[in-house]
């Protein structure tokens, strides 16, 4: 059974930095594809960071470049997603994602990432 668990957030003041953990079982998490991304209130969800098997790591948002950093630990099966310089627009559920061989998508429940006074 394949299962992502996020964890790692928790409330955060501007400027602040938190790194995030998705824990993987129930698949061979070196041979796929991790995506991380976020969820703020009203708005779609929003693909922040791309993790190839290889480790080729790519961060898509435009607006977390420079400031937002993603690796994986194929040894361990978790993505990270290290977040720095968070501002207030960075408040969100963040979720990792995986697609099964049949193009079937995995979900965490995702971590709430508060950035806030």
């Known amino acids: 059974q394949v299962q992502l668990v996020e964890s790692g957030g928790g409330l955060v003041q501007p400027g602040g930095s938190l790194t995030l953990s998705c824990a993987t079982s129930?698949?061979?998490?070196?041979?796929?594809?991790m995506y991380w991304w976020r969820q703020a209130p009203g708005q779609e969800r929003e693909l922040i960071a791309t993790l190839s098997p290889t480790g080729g790591n790519t961060i898509d948002a435009d607006s977390v470049k420079g400031r937002f950093s993603t690796s994986r630990d194929n040894a361990k099966n978790i993505a990270y997603l290290q977040m720095s310089r968070l501002k207030s627009e960075d408040t969100a559920m963040y979720y990792c994602n995986t697609v099964g061989r049949l193009g079937a998508p995995y979900w965490g429940k995702g971590t709430l990432v508060n950035v806030s006074t």
């Open positions: 129930g698949f061979n998490f070196m041979d796929y594809v």
